[in-house]
């Protein structure tokens, strides 16, 4: 049996599924899309033509069951498994606009389709073997990119770089397993004898560094796709609203004299940098008797405890005192001290200190203070949301503060690959460990089994139906 064969009789019992492809609403032209056994002969029956010819776009009209033209247009057919799900998928091409879509989509439904559910169409294509679960997790990243450079590492992954990175790995990992267990299965044999020759310890710190590589990779790919949440947080009228308006470009929020202006969470999304950021402003946290800014309040404390990033916005010529520092600031204003990993200070107005009061001067008058600050990891950037100035050392501080600093070949990733590959990670340091330490070649090879099957994950050669449903129901309808 041939693989056209094998694919016709695991796609028979499936029925016939479509969806429009396009985003509804007006527009020059609608898509809907069909797969499966049946599509072909809804096509006929549809348009009154006997025959289509594969990848050739024929022009037709669209027949009511009463022939009544509902509209006009083109008919493509990709004959299996020559197409994207691996089935026979045609697509109309008419008018855009709902009505005639929909009547459209009617009429083929009334010729033996099924409504298509969010991602069949990929769900099928994956299930046919016509791409792996990076590449139709890729599709969705692809439709979903925020940036130019998400938007490209996600092609990257869709054509199947980080597929291969992974069955690279993936091929060592199956030989070195091969390797362990004829030594087990034939201790008797001289050159199999792991335990002693340090072939296979030399291969598996391969294959750790290539892992640690590409979770590298992966890690920026993952800052790509989903960016970060940073939340502007500090004192009324500290420039929290000012400087979530010099970093979006434009008047997002409604700045004043007057302290609480901002009563409820504002948010704004921004790329800078290539770095997709998710920006909340948030209320002034004061002690407060208005009850519609107590409530923006508490929003502003729910909203710092989600955030990845949080900005302390201070004003240095009011919200500092006497010998107090930014850390004291910081305690006082959310109880406690943040982790230096989550905190980001910033020093706004400082174009109206001169050199004689200056944000060092002001703020640390007592040097071993300012030092302690930096030896416990926290950062500190002097901007003005006024004049603009320091705006892009807090950017740069940013991408600093995250890793964030992608090459041009970065791939994208989502927060399940990254757990995949720490936990093939954690397995392979456990084999290892197992090797060196305790020369237990069994468990050598139960580790390396686990981290086959973690790395297996990623791209669905090993992974479990609630999985599949889940990514595949993220998807459009018609995708």
Not at 53 to 61: G, H, I, K, V
Not at 113 to 130: C, M, V
Not at 268 to 284: F, K, P, R, S
Not at 378 to 404: H, M, P, R, W
């Amino acid at each position: 049996m041939n693989s056209t064969e094998t694919l016709a009789t695991k796609t028979s019992g499936l029925p016939t599924i479509a969806a429009i492809a396009t985003p509804l609403g007006r527009g020059g032209v609608g898509i809907i899309r069909l797969s499966g056994t049946k599509a072909y002969d809804i096509a006929c029956q549809l348009t009154g033509k006997t025959r289509f010819t594969p990848r050739l776009a024929s022009f037709c009209r669209f027949y009511q069951a009463d022939g009544k033209v509902i509209d006009e247009g083109l008919v493509l057919y990709f004959k299996a498994p020559f197409s994207f799900t691996g089935e026979d998928v045609i697509e109309l091409q008419g008018h855009g606009g709902v009505i005639l879509q929909n009547l459209l989509l009617a009429r083929v439904f009334e010729l033996g389709a099924k409504q298509a559910t969010a991602g069949e169409f990929s769900y099928r294509a994956f299930d046919n073997d016509k791409l792996d679960l990076v590449q139709a997790e890729a599709i969705a990243d692809a439709i979903d990119a925020t940036s130019v450079a998400a938007a490209s590492s996600a092609i990257r992954s869709l054509t199947g770089e980080f597929s291969e990175k992974i069955n690279q790995l993936l091929e060592q990992l199956i030989h070195l397993r091969l390797h362990v267990e004829a030594a087990i299965d034939f201790p008797d044999e001289e050159d199999v004898d792991f335990l002693s020759d340090g072939v296979i310890q030399e291969k598996l710190e391969q294959v750790q560094a290539q892992v640690q590589q590409v979770l590298a990779t992966a890690k920026q790919g993952q800052l790509l796709r989903d960016g970060i949440h940073v939340v502007l947080a500090g004192r009324p009228n500290a420039g929290k609203s000012s400087l979530l308006n010099r970093l979006a470009g434009q008047e997002r929020a409604i700045v004043t004299e007057v302290a609480g202006t901002t009563r409820d969470t504002l948010n704004e999304t921004v790329v800078l940098n290539g770095l997709t950021l998710h920006l909340t402003d948030t209320a002034g946290l004061r002690d407060t008797e208005d009850t519609v800014e107590r409530i923006g309040i508490e929003r502003a404390r729910t909203a710092i405890t989600q955030a990845d990033i949080l900005l302390l916005v201070y004003d240095v010529t009011r919200d500092i005192a006497g010998e107090s520092t930014p850390l004291e600031l910081a305690e006082q204003l959310f109880g406690k001290l943040p982790e230096a990993k989550r905190l980001l200070i910033i020093a706004n107005k400082s174009d109206l200190l001169n050199d004689e009061n200056s944000v060092d001067s002001k703020n640390d008058v007592n040097s071993s203070l300012q030092l302690e600050m930096t030896e416990q990891g926290y950062q500190q950037v002097n901007v003005s949301c006024e004049t603009g100035a320091g705006i892009e050392e807090l950017i740069q501080a940013l991408c600093d503060k995250v890793g964030f600093h992608p090459p041009e070949n970065s791939l994208i990733a989502r927060t399940r690959h990254i757990d995949a590959l720490r936990r093939t990670a954690d397995a392979l340091a456990e084999a290892h460990e197992q090797l060196i330490v305790f020369k237990a070649g069994e468990l050598v090879a139960e580790s390396l089994r686990q981290a086959q099957h973690s790395l297996g994950e990623i791209t669905g050669e090993f992974s479990a139906d609630d999985l599949l449903g889940k990514i595949f129901g993220s998807f459009c309808i018609g995708k």
